[in-house]
């Protein structure tokens, strides 16, 4: 039998959710949501409503709003549905049954206005100023690597892809067709490793290496071996060189001097860096060509290997736990997109590394 309802029904709900052990309980008490407020003031244009109006939405509580969609890989209109639908939702952005939720046009403006001012980066920069003063510092060495971010594929003849390779766009294309037609995201090749061959083939047989096409940006990142926080990040074209990034992505406030990386960073310049800035390189080596690999080579690999793996972790957890893509057109809205995704992993990395140094 359905009962009355109560003034504490909500109240006792929240209780019940906590006592589940609320992840975005635990988030907001460990990030300080508030130190974002002047970044993001200085990220927006609001009018100084002379001519009336409603009141704009708070920016913090937009900004957590973006978080949400992050960590939930939720569309606009889902995040609106969402947010009106989940009490956990809305105690995490804080928003009570009686406030208005915002609508999914008013959270595309919000990260619209983010995107462009290129706030994404201010932001990340900010919270990883957060991090150093509460004691969770760069240590023991850096790890970069890169990963890419698939976004959505066009469909373009040859002649329309060599006229956006040189920086054009076709005269043919109306407005519309521009609109919806990403002129920033790049083709390139993602290689596996190649397959044995099979058995009883013979030693003649060449080995099938996997090769796919992915068509959109790169995430390269460097992350600090002690938390494995990331600290540092570029975003580029699918088809922009790995290895060309580094001095991007270093480090300087790391308090070790190692730095981990495959065989893609491996080259004079990147090594005359590294030197110039007194760090010591850890990267992979490559297999001599038509020769076997050395057991003094391969061994190395495998050391180096068992620490360079941890920058997997981050990329793992971006595309899977929070299916991170690009649905977005453009390199600007690409930054804010993957930006966010970066901040979203340093708060969820946050605040599991405070539950395991909580006390029982």
């Not at 969609?69 to 009686?98: C, N």
């Not at 003649?204 to 540092?232: C, S, T, V, W």
């Not at 790391?254 to 030197?275: C, G, I, K, M």
Request: glycine share 8%; hydrophobic share 40%.
């Amino acid at each position: 039998m359905v009962g009355q309802p109560g003034f504490f029904d909500q109240d006792e709900r929240l209780r019940a959710l906590s006592a589940a052990g609320d992840p975005l309980e635990r988030l907001a008490a460990v990030v300080d949501f508030e130190v974002f407020r002047s970044d993001l003031m200085a990220a927006l244009s609001r009018s100084d409503r002379a001519q009336g109006g409603r009141p704009p939405y708070d920016p913090v509580l937009m900004f957590k709003v973006l978080v949400l969609q992050t960590l939930y890989t939720l569309s606009d209109d889902q995040t609106e549905y969402q947010l009106k639908d989940r009490l956990s939702f809305m105690r995490f952005v804080g928003l009570a049954l009686h406030d208005p939720v915002p609508d999914a046009k008013t959270i595309w403006l919000y990260r619209e206005q983010l995107a462009r001012a290129g706030a994404a980066e201010r932001l990340f920069a900010r919270f990883d100023r957060l991090l150093r003063e509460k004691g969770w510092l760069a240590m023991g060495g850096q790890i970069v690597d890169a990963t890419v971010i698939e976004a959505r594929r066009p469909r373009l003849t040859r002649a329309e892809k060599d006229t956006i390779k040189s920086g054009g766009v076709p005269s043919e294309w109306k407005p519309a067709r521009r609109a919806q037609i990403d002129r920033d995201g790049r083709w390139t090749i993602k290689r596996g490793k190649k397959r044995d061959a099979a058995p009883g083939a013979g030693q003649n047989k060449r080995q099938i290496e996997i090769a796919m096409p992915a068509f959109g940006y790169k995430n390269h990142i460097g992350i600090d071996r002690a938390f494995g926080f990331l600290r540092r990040y570029r975003i580029t074209h699918a088809a922009a060189y790995d290895g060309a990034q580094l001095g991007a992505v270093l480090d300087r406030d790391n308090t070790a001097n190692d730095v981990w990386a495959d065989t893609a960073y491996r080259s004079a310049a990147n090594l005359a860096l590294l030197e110039r800035r007194g760090l010591r390189p850890q990267f992979q080596r490559k297999k001599p060509r038509g020769k076997p690999m050395p057991a003094h080579i391969t061994r190395g690999n495998a050391t180096r290997a068992r620490v360079r793996s941890r920058v997997e972790h981050v990329f793992a957890a971006q595309k899977c736990r929070l299916g991170l893509v690009v649905r977005t057109v453009g390199m600007t809205r690409a930054r804010v997109k993957i930006g966010l995704a970066n901040l979203a992993y340093n708060f969820s990395r946050l605040a599991w590394l405070q539950a395991q140094t909580a006390p029982a």
